[in-house]
């Protein structure tokens, strides 16, 4: 399925976090593989839960009819990689390395098979560009 222009940049970051979360389910060694998630975490992971949480959620609840029950699983789950990212930083230990990588790669799955299309189906082409634009000035404030 082709994504709109609004959610196109925060889809091709879950290729590098789906890339991220594969390596981690399938490593032999826990900090070389906690460090591996800690680069991507700090250089991609942060943002992109930041604008998914202050751009993405309140512009779709603006321009609107947000699901409720979707955009309480995505904080949910933001919240629970977050504590998992602080647990690895501190135990680099393979359990949690490939727990991490498994809770990492589902959340994705659910943005892209689920959430992403709640978003495109609600809003008409006007508000998805309003969107877009909305995304790509918190991307370029935090580049």
Request: net charge negative; glycine share 4%.
């Amino acid at each position: 399925m082709k994504r709109s222009e609004a959610l196109r940049s925060l889809s091709r970051d879950h290729h590098k976090a789906l890339s991220v979360a594969q390596k981690m389910r399938r490593a032999d060694d826990g900090p070389e593989a906690a460090a591996l998630f800690h680069v991507y975490w700090e250089q991609h992971g942060k943002v992109h839960f930041r604008i998914e949480e202050e751009v993405l959620l309140p512009s779709w609840a603006h321009l609107g009819n947000v699901n409720r029950a979707a955009a309480s699983r995505l904080a949910q789950e933001h919240l629970e990689i977050r504590v998992a990212a602080l647990e690895l930083a501190q135990q680099p230990e393979l359990e949690l390395v490939r727990d991490l990588g498994q809770r990492l790669a589902e959340h994705v799955r659910f943005e892209e098979r689920e959430l992403f299309g709640l978003i495109e189906d609600d809003l008409a082409p006007p508000e998805l560009e309003r969107l877009a634009r909305a995304v790509a000035e918190a991307e370029n404030q935090s580049s």
